[in-house]
């Protein structure tokens, strides 16, 4: 009898240590998220003026397009990515390294062949730029550069992989830690070639590619480090390999449909009202873009410690978590919100030295968008982590019909502010009902 309540009382308290544990991890990741993310957005500050300088505006211009490019290509992984954090959180919360150890071993083995693939693609496609005659882009060294571009961009498809393994271990401030450094040594590698003077393709490259071989030195650092999670091909299966892909689709087709919804504007405004009106809306919209990067940054980490902590059976965690991060996550936004709004005419004139049509106005829907989405994140993480992906699908599509219709229909040039006003709103109505009410149901279930 004795045995049995020592047991008993040794059970809740490995679950508050978990707890304990998985709360802290989260802190020092919001922690290193903020800081990884100013760093790297720093980098390209850093580097435009003196590339600018140096390639000329037409090879500045080539390089420009290339990024743009990669940018476009972000779904190129096929979701598998974001497949990987699902699962792999599970399965490191299970403590079954060999799950883990196969999906990571699949996931570098897909990726790889899809980084193949695409560069193989891309590489005719250069080839045959350099046969026939095309407007500023079929000299020799401007295919140069837009293969140095890409071709770091391809290389950091399977390369990322790490940085998903380092997520879903809830080890984000070391993953930042190493995104710093790959930064910083792209910024001085850069300035090195340019100090060298090298040829343009070689400056670019001397830029991308630190990163990269950054990602690759700290996954051979890791898994040194960890070599019960070390890929190898005799764990790549079909089975993991299949469920890896289907999940990876379902998070693919979700993002594209987040993608349009969010970045319709630009392109409705144009059509709608000139180019003129989307420069008038465009600047006060990057400007509140910063409160999107924030609410990444506090609530990404959500993902991979609630994927934990369900596989630990700690619902009662994620619901307390969950609460937590809507009000503090919530508050800390809007009080930004607030904020960026009131000094907005001062932030903007400083930065572009004039004022554009309703710009305060703007700032101000755009914050209470943000607001809405940050109330919202933490029961998106919840299904994210537990891989309910079908309902997400199922609002963002919603919501991408509903605001494309409706902008197109009431935005004008001089109503520019009904753009971010009807995202607030039908991302209100679209996608928060059915992503707090799915994510209790799901944790009610899992409980039952």
Known sequence: MAQANADDLATPMSTIDHALDRTRRLILAVIGGALGRSVTLIAPFLVMPVMLRYLGDAHFGIWMTAVSITSMAQFSDLGIGNGLLTRLSAALGRDDTAAARADISS???????????????????????????????????????????????????????????????????????????????AVVSCWGAIGLRLPPWAVVLAYGLPMVVTLLISALWYFLRHPELRPRFADIGRESSGKLLMLGLRFLLLGVLTSIALNADNVIIAANAGPHAVTQYSVPAKIGSLLGLAITTIYLPLW???????????????????????????????????????????????????????????????????????????????????????????????FALSTICLKMIFVTAERLWVVPMISLVMYAVCITPPMWKTANDALRSQTG
């Open 107 to 185: 996931a570098y083995a897909m990726l790889t062949w899809v980084a193949l693939l695409l560069a193989t693609v891309v590489g005719g496609v250069l080839l045959a730029l350099g046969s026939f005659p095309i407007a500023s882009v079929s000299d020799s060294a401007s295919i140069a550069i837009i293969a140095a571009a890409l071709g770091t961009f391809f290389a950091g498809i399977p390369a990322t992989i790490i940085q998903r393994v380092m997520y879903a271990r809830q080890q984000v401030m070391l993953s930042n830690l190493w995104q710093i450094a790959g930064a910083a040594l």
């Open 304 to 398: 991979s410690a609630n994927g934990e902590a369900l596989a630990r059976g700690d619902r009662q965690w994620v619901r307390q978590n969950t609460r937590r991060m809507v009000w503090i996550g919530g508050a800390g936004v809007a009080a930004a919100a607030i904020a960026l709004t009131a000094a907005g005419n001062w932030i903007i004139h400083l930065w572009m030295g004039r004022s554009f049509a309703d710009q305060q106005l703007i700032l101000g829907l755009l914050g209470g968008f943000s607001v809405v989405m940050a109330i919202t994140a933490p029961f998106n993480m919840i299904l994210n982590a537990s891989g309910r992906i079908r309902v997400q699908i199922i609002a963002w599509s919603l």
